[in-house]
């Protein structure tokens, strides 16, 4: 079992940046790639970005990509979402999930565990 709690959520205006985080307890963090995703009034989940267990490879949906970057300390047990150049279109809750199943980092049935999600509001 892996317990995830996502933070760094809020408002923010049009072309500002906000810092997500999300704290990982229970099994090995290290054990485990990271994905973020995000689910805004009335949409289906979807994936945002992801990151391997080493940190080594990183990898973005279209619409975020040169915006967002995620990054994870291993000794600290956490993950981040750094998001710049914010727009009106990336308000939605934003969830972090620790993957346990083979298979594209972009299918959320590849993510065993997730938090509970931190909403994002960007105002424009």
């Known amino acids: 079992q892996v317990q995830l709690v996502e933070s760094g959520g809020g408002l923010v205006q049009a072309g500002g940046s906000l810092r997500l985080s999300c704290a990982a307890s229970?099994?090995?963090?290290?054990?485990?790639?990271m994905g973020w995703f995000r689910q805004a009034p009335g949409k289906e989940r979807e994936f945002v970005a992801a990151?391997?267990?080493?940190?080594?490879?990183?990898y973005y949906a279209d619409s975020v990509k040169g915006r967002f970057t995620t990054s994870r300390d291993n000794a600290k047990n956490t993950v981040y979402l750094q998001m710049n150049s914010l727009k009106p279109e990336d308000t939605a809750v934003y969830y972090c999930?620790?993957?346990?199943?083979?298979?594209?980092?972009?299918?959320?049935?590849?993510?065993?565990?997730w938090g509970q999600g931190t909403q994002v509001t960007v105002s424009s």
């Open positions: 990151i391997t267990w080493s940190g080594s490879s990183t």
């Open positions: 999930a620790a993957r346990t199943y083979a298979g594209s980092y972009r299918r959320l049935s590849n993510y065993a565990y």
């Open positions: 229970g099994r090995t963090f290290s054990d485990y790639d």
